[in-house]
């Protein structure tokens, strides 16, 4: 008998957090809470998870867009941000990323990036990666 008791007891007191917010009455005075939705869109596509690119600064942002709107494709980020490299990297300063736009063109996408607005660094590689920077101005190829 104790140990029933004390099982309803319990019952109750597990219950009544949902009694006291409907009351007595019955009436329901429920809060809906509305989930937060992202506000931003981007001018790009990561090429994985892994890639670091949240701390991407705005004027990047801008500079990818524009990349995006002059080629009409999205650029695909394959680098952000990462540690290590050569002192003066911009990607440790996660200021630089390394793109390329399916379908396009390395010279098409050169040709955008040097008209977008805080454009910095600009590099071309033999596997068809463009650099893209928003520090010093600057124009390198290696291959």
Known sequence: M??????????LMALSPFMASEGLTGSRNRETVK???????YGYTLQRVSVKA???PHRLNLVLAHIARKT??????????RHGGRRGSQHRNCMAAD?????????????????????????????????????????????
């Open 54 to 56: 949240t701390c991407f």
């Open 99 to 143: 793109i390329r736009v399916p379908g396009v063109s390395t010279s098409r996408i050169v040709a955008a990036a040097r008209t977008a607005p805080h454009i910095g660094g600009i590099g071309t590689y033999c596997n068809g990666l463009v650099h893209v920077d928003v520090g010093p101005k600057r124009r390198w190829r290696h291959c």
């Open 35 to 41: 989930l937060k939705q992202h506000q931003k869109t």
């Open 72 to 81: 009409g494709g999205r650029p695909i980020v394959t680098s952000g941000h």
């Open 2 to 11: 104790r140990k029933t008791s004390r099982v309803i007891a319990a019952g």
